[in-house]
T-cell receptor
């Protein structure tokens, strides 16, 4: 079974530039998550999709961050414009459902450095 | 406030030794507790999951315990190997329909030869 795929693996940009990350979840997984993990901290949920609908985006900084999952499969997360404090690893995860018992499977992450 | 606190923040042990990582949580209502292992540059991978009624769960050399009364969990690693060097994250599920996870900050374990 293929895992969660993410690209790019690394990205370096200057502040005020834009950046986009892509995620392809495990086939058949209806629920997709984007997390931000700052160095030395646990992941923080940015947005959760159930198919192509948003379930939870309460911690997404909507003035600069946006995400979409138009066809209910892969997803993109965009930052525009980026700030220095956005430097982090952006993890995508998927699960077959959104019940609390469901295991979330994580991708390798995209490491973003904003200069 | 729903929080998960882990200790120690970091730990260095010699290969072959045992170690125990701690997790305290204030999440309520509680659904389940997971321990994830995160290798450097990789995403977290689930090691164990325990519900309210479970006291212990093993996965090879990893044994997790849960005391739902005191809201504490521990992860015990037996006969450590170099490949155990990683961050270990305690994750608690809130009893909601969205499956929201609350992550601890992790314990970084380094196993030295």
């Amino acid at each position: 079974e293929a895992g969660v795929a993410q690209s790019p693996r690394y990205k370096i940009i200057e502040k005020r530039q834009s950046v986009a990350f892509w995620c392809n979840p495990i086939s058949g997984h209806a629920t997709l998550y984007w997390y931000q993990q700052i160095l030395g901290q646990g992941p923080k949920l940015l947005i959760q999709f159930q198919n192509n609908g948003v379930v939870d985006d309460s911690q997404l900084p909507k003035d600069r961050f946006s995400a979409e999952r138009l066809k209910g499969v892969d997803s993109t997360l965009k930052i525009q414009p980026a700030k220095l404090e956005d430097s982090a690893v952006y993890l995508c995860a998927s699960s077959s459902g959104q019940r609390t018992q469901e295991t979330q499977y994580f991708g390798p992450g995209t490491r973003l450095l904003v200069l | 406030k729903n929080q998960v606190e882990q200790s120690p923040q970091s730990l260095i042990i010699l290969e072959g030794k045992n170690c125990t990582l701690q997790c305290n949580y204030t999440v309520s209502p509680f659904s389940n507790l997971r321990w994830y292992k995160q290798d450097t540059g990789r995403g977290p991978v689930s090691l164990t999951i325990m519900t309210f009624s479970e006291n212990t769960k093993s996965n090879g050399r990893y044994t997790a315990t849960l005391d739902a009364d005191t809201k504490q969990s521990s992860l015990h690693i037996t006969a450590s190997q170099l490949s155990d060097s990683a961050s270990y994250i305690c994750v608690v599920s809130h009893s909601s329909n969205t499956g929201k996870l609350i992550f601890g900050q992790g314990t970084t374990l380094q196993v030295k030869p």
